[in-house]
Nanobody
Framework: QVQLMESGGGLVHSGGSLRLSCAAS????????IEWNRQALGKQLELVAT???????DYAGVVKGRFTISRNSARTMQYLQMNSLKPEDTAVYYC??????????????????WGQGTQVTVSS
C-alpha cells in the first residue's frame, strides 16, 4: 500500500515556526486524501488538517490561520507549515493518507496508512 515517514519535528519557542514533512512511498498514485493528526500526552488523537479528495482543505479551529497543509502534485510529499506556535501545540504529529486501488482481479481495496510520528515541543 503506502508507507509514510515524517520529519521536521523538534523544539521551538512559543511564537516560532516549524515545517513538518511526510514522505510517501508505495502506491502513491492511489492516495486520495491526506491528513495531519496530533496526540498530546494524556489526550486523544486530534485531527489537525486535511486535504480532501477534491483538493479542498479543512483545519481544526485551534490551528486555523496558523497552520497550512499542502502536498506536491506527485503525492509523494505532504507538509504541515506551523506558524505562531503555542505551548498547547506540543504533541506527537502523525501524517496519514487514505486511498483506493484495484487488484489484478479488479477488486477495490481501500486503505489508510499512518506515519510513525514526530515530536513537536513548544516551550513557553
Amino acid at each position: 500500500q503506502v508507507q509514510l515517514m515524517e520529519s521536521g519535528g523538534g523544539l521551538v519557542h512559543s511564537g516560532g515556526s516549524l515545517r513538518l514533512s511526510c514522505a510517501a512511498s508505495g502506491r502513491t498514485a492511489s492516495i486520495n486524501a491526506i491528513e495531519w493528526n496530533r496526540q498530546a500526552l494524556g489526550k486523544q488523537l486530534e485531527l489537525v488538517a486535511t486535504v480532501n479528495t477534491d483538493g479542498s482543505t479543512d483545519y481544526a479551529g485551534v490551528v486555523k490561520g496558523r497552520f497550512t497543509i499542502s502536498r506536491n502534485s506527485a503525492r509523494t510529499m505532504q507538509y504541515l507549515q506551523m506558524n505562531s506556535l503555542k505551548p498547547e501545540d506540543t504533541a506527537v504529529y502523525y501524517c496519514a493518507v487514505t486511498g483506493l486501488y484495484y487488484t489484478d482481479s479488479a477488486s477495490p481495496v481501500a486503505f489508510r496508512s499512518w506515519g510513525q510520528g514526530t515530536q513537536v515541543t513548544v516551550s513557553s
